[in-house]
């Protein structure tokens, strides 16, 4: 199981990227996603998640200018960030709970391996 990000780069402040993350590999269902990032010095937040259902959660810091989604049939989740800010710059990191076993109905959570995203003021 493969979790492949793309979309990260340089922008400058009250811009946007979209962000994305596909599952590749053989596997038999996902359940939450979610996009992580780390900044220069700082501990790796939860930015946002999104459950198989649909239903989002978001840091209280990005309300209202990310948007997480996903397109179940693509196995690709999204993330699309508006008026970015200097400290939404980060390293971002996407996750899937991935069920990778026809026989065992567990899941396992996989991350992907960052991109870099740089707000400049």
């Known amino acids: 199981v493969q ?16 962000l994305s993350c596909t599952v590749s590999g053989a596997i ?5 996603m979610a996009w992580y990032r780390q900044a220069p010095g700082k501990q790796r937040e939860l930015v946002t998640s999104v459950r198989s259902d649909g239903s989002t ?13 996903r397109d179940n049939a693509e196995r690709t ?3 699309q960030m508006n008026s970015l800010k200097p400290e939404d710059t980060a390293v971002y990191y996407c996750t ?12 396992s959570t996989y991350w ?8 400049s003021s």
Request: glycine fraction near 16%.
């Open 96 to 107: 899937a709970d991935v069920r990778v076993s026809f026989v065992r109905p567990t899941y």
């Open 3 to 18: 979790l492949v990000e793309s979309g990260g780069g340089l922008v400058q402040a009250g811009g946007s990227l979209n």
């Open 77 to 79: 989740m999204y993330l």
């Open 28 to 32: 038999f269902g996902i359940n939450d």
């Open 112 to 119: 992907g391996q960052g991109t870099q995203v740089i707000v």
């Open 57 to 69: 959660n978001y840091v209280d810091s990005v309300k209202g200018r990310f948007t997480i989604s």
